[in-house]
């Protein structure tokens, strides 16, 4: 007789103790078409039918309510969770056990055949098939499983990693990403360098892990990003770059503006970069979205009569030339700080416009940019401006000061052209470039320094200063254009610089100087270039004297003429009657 080890029959003995930790359920009829409802009795549950009948003996700690659901094959299967001994377990409808009694917690979701279970404190998924060979599709590896809200799916977590398997279990995603959450129609995966991207729930990258956040936009209709340099941009849904990360805070899709009370506006077809979805009034105030956040207004607003002011959302990147032109009713737009290349005409024909902020980082002020702007009465400059551009200031009829601690360089053409009652100049002691009308018919301008980098006064650049009292000239000043100073009726007195040579047709015309010295380095006079009615007395080169009437046309002053140089016969008034004989004379002819 063998004789059995008693260490053997303790061992055998636990094995048998735990596998009837769990109770043995036991189908009472065998009727499986019978519906039936979990009750109690003696503090133990089972199923009985609708007369109150046990169908399943009543051995369990707890039941839940039978669930239907769709075996591979097509056929319904029915089970419910039961639990026993502390565990749970999933119990077929004939009362045999689908899943014994081991598990800590099984969460159902009754869309799908699927459920997350815990065992032991770790995560899988079990699938309700009775036709499976092995209903944990993922074994309990795992210290978290999630579900998807918004699609099917299961977020596989390690502890220290996230994947993703589909609604059927196949892992799609591997456990390689430190986060993987839900984002829209996407998975936003993080990187362990903590960096983010985007993933298809096919596992396709739609956006490369390299941003410090991604988030959706407003109505899900795109995604903002943060790169790792703390700079925003834009991106479609379907990962193509609407504006690269450059902007100093998240970009929206929203443009306000405000009308003329009952004002009625319309904007033409496409007029906008990107469609608008909404358009929405709210008394004289209008707000417009558009599917992406617009990078620029594509000249919308142009012509627009109605418009009395308009606010900026930041994304928008440039400006177009001429983009509110003859926005008769604008009066104010807060122009972007991050946007230092201005365009032309911006607000050209802008008669209503008060108001504008230029932005710290502007180099120059474009040409024709603030033209006609007949409402402006002051501005003030950037300390970085340092150019004017052609007409950028012409037409402001009631701009009286400009103000700036800026080193300006050049003046264009017509810069301030008829501005009527400009008083006060910004510091031009740098300045290297004067255009022609630059100050024309500005009537209240009382003085003005020549600066010593301006060699010459172009055409007209003073002509009409009706008000001009005072100029001082440049060391270097060699020429003196066409027309300069005419019709500077105030002004009585000058003093020309020995440097000067040309002095060109009418250059003085009409002016109120009394008293003219031309030095000897003067070559050329133009036609009318001294025609000043008020003229008393002149001194220049006799080398002139054969052309007074040339150069002082109407005007009769007493003239000395310098030099020993006399002519043999009277010369005509133009400079080539002049005999060969004499001096070189250079003067302007005039035309026919």
Known sequence: MHRIPAAFLIALTCV????????????????LDVSVVPQMRKDKWGYANDKGKFVIKPVFDAAEEFKTYQSSDGAPFECALVK???????????ATYYVEPVLDTVLLRHDNDFAIFVKNGRYGLLRFDDMSFDPFVIPAVYARIDTLTQYGGYFLRSATHSGYCDEFGRTVVKVTYRKLEESGQFLK???????CGLLSLSNEEILPTKFRSIEEGPDNRYLVVESSDGRYGCYSNTGEEVIPPMLESPPVNELKFKALPGARVEFRQNAFPHEFYSFEKHGDEYLLRFVLPITSLGCAFAGHTEIVSVTLPDCIMQYNPFEFKNCTSLMSVGLLPGITDLPEGMFSGCISLIDVDLPEGVRRIPDRFFENCESLEQVQLPSGVNAVGAGAFRGCSYLEEIHTRALIYELGEDSFRDCLRLSTLPRLTELRSLGARAFMNCTLLEKFDVPEGITAIAPDTFRGCDNLEEISFSRNLSTIGEGAFKGCYMLRSIELPESLVNLEKMALCNTGLTEVYLTDSVQVIGERALEIISLQSASLDSKFKSAAKFIFGSAFPEITWRSDYEPEAEP????????????????EIPEE
């Open 84 to 94: 026993s001994g502390g565990k749970w377990g999933v119990l077929r409808r004939d």
């Open 572 to 587: 005509e008034l133009l400079p080539e009657a002049v005999p060969e004989a004499e001096p070189e004379i250079d003067l």
């Open 189 to 195: 995966a993080t990187s362990d360098a903590g960096l």
């Open 16 to 31: 048998c103790a735990r596998a009837q930790d769990f109770a043995r359920p036991k189908q009472l009829t065998k009727d």
